[in-house]
């Protein structure tokens, strides 16, 4: 049973330049979130996904969007890249409907800005 | 913004010892979840709990959760190095399935 999966594990981009980032959720999950965890903070919710329309979002600019797809997978896009991006990007999965609220993680992308 | 703090912030520890780490937050709660985060990676989903109940087990792991105080304690016993990580809790609120995180306590176990 494969777990969350992203992609790609690093990713370096230059300031002003615009990134995707990909997640696969459980098998199972229907749902996913996004998450931003800057070095030595805990993770910061950015927006979550059902039924391929964004459901709930946290305070993150219009930089931030996202898609999710009919197989359930998600695309994480940031435009206008800052300095203060640079961060580990977060996907999680859950089951929207008789799930019990557990979350399962991806191992996240790390973005370097330069 | 974060919902609360985890306490300590660090913890140095034997093999063999307990551990114990504590999480605040602020707002009424549907359940509170502990993860375990090694070195930067992935989270690792470790325990939840729900907003009606007191305590709860998993293998070493021991949850506490007390709605009144708004607070909630991790306790691993016997711990072993390999349980050198950072942990985190996370709560949802009502009518929201989006976790807010602590700030995380940093556990290191020497063997």
């Known amino acids: 049973d494969a777990g969350v999966t992203q992609s790609p594990t690093h990713l370096i981009k230059t300031r002003g330049q615009q990134v995707t980032l990909r997640c696969s959720p459980k098998?199972?999950?229907?749902?996913v979130s996004w998450y931003q965890q800057a070095l030595g903070q805990g993770p910061q919710f950015i927006f979550q996904?059902?039924?391929?329309?964004?459901?709930q979002r946290g305070n993150f600019p219009d930089r931030f969007s996202g898609h999710q797809f009919p197989n359930y997978s998600s695309e994480l896009n940031v435009n206008a890249l800052l300095l203060g991006d640079s961060a580990l990007y977060l996907c999680?999965?859950?089951?929207?409907?008789?799930?019990?609220?557990?979350?399962?993680f991806g191992p996240g992308t790390r973005l370097t800005v330069t | 913004s974060q919902q609360g703090e985890e306490d300590p912030q660090a913890l140095s520890i034997q093999e063999g010892e307990n551990a114990t780490m504590n999480c605040s937050y602020k707002?009424?709660?549907?359940?509170l979840q502990w993860y375990r985060q090694n070195s930067g990676r992935g989270l690792v989903h470790l325990i939840l709990?729900?907003?009606?109940?007191r305590e709860k087990h998993s293998g070493r792991l021991r949850v506490t959760l007390d709605t009144s105080k708004k607070s909630s304690s991790l306790l691993i016993t016997a711990s072993r190095a390999a349980d050198t990580a950072s942990y985190f809790c996370?709560?949802?609120?009502?009518?929201?399935?989006?976790?807010?995180f602590g700030t995380g306590t940093r556990l290191q176990v020497f063997p």
């Open positions: 999680a999965s859950s089951a929207y409907s008789g799930g019990n609220g557990e979350q399962y």
């Open positions: 709990i729900r907003s009606n109940e």
């Open positions: 996904y059902y039924e391929e329309e964004e459901r």
């Open positions: 098998s199972g999950h229907d749902t």
């Open positions: 996370a709560t949802d609120a009502w009518n929201t399935d989006k976790l807010i």
């Open positions: 707002t009424s709660i549907n359940n």
